[in-house]
């Protein structure tokens, strides 16, 4: 937990990205210097706020995060958890759903996420980065393989989001650019999906808690076909039960569903 102290000038001294429409937890995407967040010592970017004066904001949209930040009092007490792998994104990506967290409503948000009172505009053009395609990466599957075979893509993989519809085909220019964002994006999804994890346990007893969440591949033999085939899979360890899903299940009640056709399980004593 850290303690923030709101000041007049600067507010909290942060500004914001993500939230549950974006399938992703509320992230810390800029800290001022010298304003209050950075003279913690504490936060830095790429930090989740999960708590606020204790109450949980993981299930909040972006701009009800904002309300709860701006309406904490002057004493704001975060408790956060740092996703290493999220701070190249959040240096890199877009402002348009980036909030500074200061007193003033009357400011908008430039090109390059800084603030200007209405009447000014940017001294020069700058950059930005335009969304093609957004795969959100909560529970999604990463693959160097051409989908359902085992041909490996040269210097490239797919990311697909948790629902298969959601796709998006990663070039690097050589194979440590490759490893290096491979590694970026796994560490994203694993930590997400951790945070979800446990965001499912609070519906569960003790006994039925999910322990793992993760894509596996299936092999499937085809005569007609001269390779070998392969069918993502996401397997759950759940109590004493191994699930495994076509796809993840989009709330706790997925699981719940024991018997359906939506899974194979495997029980042991």
């Known amino acids: 937990m850290v303690n923030v102290t709101r000041q007049k000038v600067g507010g909290l001294g942060l500004s914001i990205k993500g939230g549950a429409e974006h399938k992703l937890p509320v992230l810390i995407s800029r800290i001022f210097k010298n304003q209050a967040a950075d003279q913690t010592g504490q936060l830095f970017i790429g930090d989740a706020i999960i708590k606020v004066n204790g109450e949980y904001i993981t299930s909040c949209h972006h701009d009800d995060a904002v309300n709860i930040l701006r309406n904490a009092g002057d004493l704001v007490i975060l408790t956060v958890k740092h996703y290493q792998a999220a701070t190249p994104f959040l240096h890199r990506s877009s402002s348009r759903d980036e909030h500074h967290l200061d007193n003033e409503t009357s400011s908008t948000v430039g090109s390059e996420g800084s603030w200007q009172s209405p009447n000014q505009s940017p001294t020069g053009q700058h950059p930005r980065w335009i969304d093609i395609i957004t795969v959100p990466l909560m529970m999604a599957y990463v693959t160097r393989y051409i989908f359902g075979t085992d041909k490996l893509r040269p210097n490239a993989f797919e990311v697909r989001g948790l629902n298969g519809v959601s796709t998006g085909i990663i070039h690097c220019d050589d194979a440590a650019i490759l490893s290096q964002w491979l590694k970026y994006i796994t560490d994203n999804i694993v930590g997400l999906t951790h945070l979800q994890m446990k965001l499912y346990n ?29 069918k993502p899979r996401f397997l759950t360890l759940k109590g004493t039960d191994v699930l495994l899903f076509d796809s993840p299940p989009v709330s706790f009640l997925g699981f719940k569903s024991r018997w359906g056709s939506i899974h194979d399980q495997i029980h042991w004593e």
């Open 202 to 230: 609070r519906n569960f007893s003790a006994s039925e808690r999910i322990e793992y969440m993760g894509w596996v591949n299936e092999g499937i033999l085809n005569n007609n076909q001269p390779w070998q085939s392969y």
